[in-house]
């Protein structure tokens, strides 16, 4: 479960919770608190009352969270890092190689996160 989903449905439970509280209880950092509030509130999620409480505004699928396309991506990601790393492996792949493909690895993981 993403984080953005884990607030919405904290919220559902307890939206009168302040950042403090929800960060002591979901363990989480206020800054992370913030963050994905913020996403929420920007994509139409939750409103937020001049009390501090919570409203949720519109239901979540799932699909609202994570959209099919980057599973997609990531799975293809996963599968060519998969793929590098057997390569890297090799006992015929040279120096030279190994930093390309290293390269090439971390290039793909910062596509990802």
């Not at 913020?38 to 979540?60: E, H, Q, S, W, Y």
Request: with cysteine; glycine share 4%.
């Amino acid at each position: 479960m993403s984080m953005v989903s884990q607030l919405y449905k904290y919220y559902q439970e307890h939206p009168e919770s302040d950042n403090k509280t929800v960060g002591r209880d979901l363990d989480w950092e206020d800054w992370q608190v913030k963050q994905q509030k913020c996403k929420l509130k920007t994509r139409g999620f939750i409103t937020v009352n001049d009390d501090g409480t919570v409203a949720i505004a519109r239901p979540m699928a799932l699909e609202d969270v994570e959209p099919v396309t980057r599973k997609y991506k990531l799975e293809i990601y996963r599968g060519l890092i998969a793929e590098m790393r057997e390569r890297l492996e090799s006992e015929n792949t040279t120096n030279k190689e190994a930093i390309e493909i290293c390269r090439e690895i971390r290039i793909m993981m910062k596509e990802i996160f």
